[in-house]
């Protein structure tokens, strides 16, 4: 055991405090990740809506002028006068010097080209009207180039939010990651602060709790296995010191009973303890109508030994006296000093003559007995003893009845036992 | 009695004051809706028509028309009562700086320089500049030159351009280098009649003017000469131009070309006047 140095401690404010502290980083991190992929998408949307939209706009304008462009392209072959012609041949001019042609190459080449190949076709066709049906294939060629621009002019347009609105779909499945990620993480945290919880916090109260209620002098002091955190040591530090307390309690409480109880010399029952006992036994006989029967006991010729052999002698025989009766009473019977060398018996359960018996026995062992004083001289003293039926009589009726029993087997020449006549 | 006589004051006070501030709201709201608006005029005779009495078939009387109904709209919207003033283009700038005018419309192209003096709108189009002259002074100058007519390698030609314009800021800046003559003129039906009258040999003028003279019947025998072109400033967006303080009008002007444009009045009004919706 000396080899195991006790565990360091740790507070549980502090340890708990670390725990919150990083949870608090670590979530304070996801959500910084997760502001920075709203920050990513609220910027996308942004730009989706002040740069991408307007210029799909943009785009859709320029298909749309080209489309104009077409329209009247076709106009100059399909007008009914040269004076109408020339109105389509204006447009195609002013469409095609409009910005947002002149700005897109591809678009600004095949306006030129148009608009060249068109007032060719309207200034020949003035002088020779066969020219609009010769020239309109190469027209055709023309439209259809631009058609295939209008076409991909579009199609780019509509390119440029699918590509905005992709990287706003990725930014939002990142998050979504993320979001799960910051959900097992704080799962993750919750059950560990469960488990530390529990196993440091909620078992240890358990216990304690457990030992509290449990705690008692007849049962074993309580034992904690080893825990780290100061405050749950201390409550189990203080359990430890309040069952030793109790423990020193009722040790004393036991000294004192005893003080209270016992005669100081022989250790016997006191008198008014006896009298309590005894006349609780008596009611329950009766209660129960069993037999009990009430002995008083002088010891012969006392006072000529302590005259004699001095007042040590005579404790020294009641003490032998009295342990003699420790060792030869029931475990049920009461026995005490009742005054000087006298005693008083009760024997519960039992009728006069098997309470007889027993007191005869306490006679005759007495009588037989040799007592070693205290210089090492040797006397032998007889006991008188009254006894009388309790079964039926209060106990100071009984006792009375014992006394003049004693008495008379005093007057008859002591050393005997003299049983009162039955009460009537 | 002594309790009621303060109570009693105190309800008249505070509807005393309520009164003036309502009387207050209502005289500054008045005020704020009375409006100075100037639309750029294409002929000297509009100038004098004021709006009214106006034959469609008059140079520039579609755009005329175009920007008449668009600034009416924008006012409706934003409740204010508008007085229009049909002026050239060369009073609406200083017509907005001295406070003559609130608003101003007439393809007022947005550059640097006037973005330092004055607040624009929001987009009203585009536009480009163009050369307009006779086919055959196009040829002439095209031989001379050695190739077709550009105006950014035209020489030693006369040019008109509307006073105060970006186009004729332009010539102004390269005439000395390119030995051109700059004619200011008033209205783009000016220039046309310098060509008319051969004191110009081309005139220099925004693609919507050019297209809106050259289609009617005052600018007949002119055509676009050469590739239109959007910069060197002859192109860019075009505005209602505002002062620059006021920041709440531009706001309200903002507002409702928006709505305009989401409502469909913009197409509306650009097809009822004119044959292509080019914004």
């Not at chain 1, 740069?51 to 304008?61: F, H, K, L, S």
């Not at chain 1, 205290?374 to 006394?403: F, K, M, P």
């Not at chain 2, 009203?124 to 307009?132: G, H, K, M, P, Q």
């Not at chain 2, 001379?144 to 040019?159: C, E, K, S, W």
């Amino acid at each position: 055991m000396a080899g195991n140095a006790p565990p360091r401690r740790i507070s549980a404010s502090k340890l708990f405090g670390i725990l919150a502290a990083i949870f608090v980083l670590i979530f304070s991190a996801v959500v910084a990740l997760l502001a920075l992929d709203q920050h990513q998408v609220r910027a996308t949307a942004e730009r989706l809506q002040e740069e991408t939209v307007p210029e799909i706009i943009r785009y859709q304008r320029l298909a749309r002028n080209l489309d104009q462009l077409n329209h009247e392209g076709e106009r100059v072959f399909s007008a009914s006068s040269p004076e109408e012609r020339q109105q389509a041949l204006f447009l195609i001019m002013l469409v095609a010097s409009h910005p947002s042609i002149l700005e897109h190459p591809k678009a600004a080449a095949i306006a030129h080209d148009a608009e060249r190949f068109l007032g060719e076709t309207s200034r020949l066709s003035k002088s020779d009207p066969t020219v609009l049906k010769a020239r309109q294939p190469e027209w055709m060629r023309l439209s259809k180039r631009i058609h295939l621009l209008v076409d991909d002019i579009s199609v780019q347009g509509a390119n440029l939010a699918t590509v905005d609105l992709d990287h706003m779909a990725d930014t939002m499945r990142t998050a979504g990651l993320k979001l799960l990620g910051a959900l097992f993480v704080v799962g993750g945290f919750i059950l560990l602060l469960f488990l530390l919880l529990r196993k440091y916090l909620i078992r240890p109260l358990q216990r304690i709790d457990h030992a509290l209620s449990s705690l008692d002098v007849e049962a074993a002091a309580p034992e904690f296995p080893h825990t780290r955190l100061s405050e749950i040591l201390a409550v189990e530090d203080a359990t430890v010191q309040l069952y030793k307390a109790m423990i020193g309690s009722e040790a004393a409480r036991r000294e004192l009973e005893l003080l209270a109880n016992r005669d100081g010399l022989t250790g016997l029952l006191n008198r008014r303890h006896f009298m309590l006992n005894a006349a609780t036994e008596i009611a329950r006989a009766k209660r129960y109508g069993h037999p009990v029967a009430v002995a008083l006991g002088d010891l012969d010729f006392f006072k000529r030994l302590n005259d004699t052999y001095g007042h040590g002698a005579g404790d020294v025989v009641l003490r032998t006296f009295a342990n003699m009766l420790a060792t030869s009473v029931r475990h049920s019977d009461l026995v005490c000093r009742y005054g000087g060398e006298e005693f008083a018996f009760l024997f519960p359960e039992s009728t006069v003559d098997q309470a007889h018996v027993l007191v005869e026995r306490f006679r005759q062992h007495l009588a037989e007995t040799d007592i070693r004083l205290a210089d090492g001289l040797l006397v032998r003293i007889t006991l008188s003893i009254g006894l009388a039926d309790a079964s039926h009589v209060t106990l100071e009726t009984a006792l009375q009845h014992a006394d003049h029993a004693l008495y008379e087997a005093k007057r008859l020449g002591r050393n005997r036992v003299i049983v009162a006549p039955a009460a009537e | 009695m002594n309790l009621r006589l303060p109570t009693l004051r105190a309800h008249l006070v505070v509807a005393a004051r309520s009164l003036v501030a309502a009387a207050a709201l209502i005289c500054s709201l008045a005020h704020a809706l009375e409006l100075s608006v100037a639309i750029v005029v294409y002929d000297p005779a509009q100038v004098s028509a004021q709006g009214t009495r106006v034959p469609v078939s008059a140079p520039g009387a579609d755009l005329m028309g175009v920007a008449d109904e668009l600034m009416r709209e924008v006012c409706r919207r934003i409740n204010a009562r508008c007085h229009i003033a049909y002026v050239p283009f060369a009073e609406i700038l200083p017509g907005i700086e001295s406070g003559r005018f609130d608003l101003g419309f007439g393809e007022v192209l947005r550059t640097p320089d006037r973005e330092k003096r004055f607040a624009f709108s929001d987009l009203i189009w585009r536009s480009s500049s163009r050369l307009v002259g006779a086919p055959a002074t196009a040829r002439e100058f095209a031989a001379r030159l050695g190739q077709p007519v550009r105006i950014d390698t035209l020489r030693d030609a006369r040019v008109a351009a509307v006073a105060g314009s970006q186009q004729q800021d332009y010539l102004e800046r390269v005439a000395e280098r390119r030995k051109l003559t700059a004619l200011a003129a008033a209205t783009p039906a000016e220039t046309i009649d310098a060509l008319r009258d051969n004191r110009a040999d081309f005139a220099l003028l925004p693609i919507r003017a050019g297209y809106s003279l050259i289609s009617s019947e005052h600018s007949v025998g002119f055509e676009f000469v050469g590739p239109a072109v959007a910069d060197h400033g002859l192109g860019d967006t075009t505005h209602i131009v505002l002062r620059k303080q006021d920041r709440k009008l531009r706001l309200a002007v903002n507002r409702a070309i928006a709505e305009i444009r989401a409502d469909g009045t913009f197409q509306r009004i650009m097809q009822r006047h004119f044959p292509v919706s080019l914004d």
